[in-house]
């Protein structure tokens, strides 16, 4: 079977109680501007990985590999891999 | 009506044809941990925003004025906003 492209995207973002001082910057210069509705900001990552595989799964398992070995830090940081399909593979 | 706790996430990405010298660095390590069913990798920030607003439609519209004032270039970025509830605000 011909595989497909997926497109996986993955978010990467400091668990919860680690310090985000990106975070807090961001947070900060909002409510200079005025956003006061603004509670709390967390800033991480988003990869986006072209990847041909068999299947959705292949790819969910495929990228979730990648986090493990290399895309993520799992000492201080979650993720979340969301896969989409993308067309043939050329 | 008691304004309620939304959850906005924020995906800021390149726009395609802007180069991207971290998804480059991203694939190439991707490729030499034995990934060859990696075509392409895009990294971008990933930016999640606890706001309070009296509906989603509301925390929605807050968090697209924060990606054209700060969180976003327009020039060199693509932005998507979802929005979750996340309960009551205090």
Chains 1, 2 share one sequence.
Not at 32 to 48: F, M, P, T, Y
Not at 83 to 88: F, I, T, Y
Request: hydrophobic share 50%; with cysteine; net charge negative.
């Amino acid at each position: 079977m011909k595989p497909k492209r997926y497109q996986a995207v993955i978010e990467v973002l400091l668990r919860p109680g680690v310090f985000d001082p990106q975070g807090q910057a961001v947070t900060a210069a909002l409510h200079a501007l005025g956003h006061d509705a603004v509670e709390d900001v967390r800033v991480g990552k988003l990869v986006r990985v072209m990847v041909s595989a068999e299947n959705a799964e292949a790819a969910r398992a495929l990228a979730e590999q990648m986090c493990r070995e290399l895309l993520a830090n799992p000492v201080l940081e979650n993720y979340q891999v969301r896969v989409e399909e993308a067309g043939v593979a050329h």
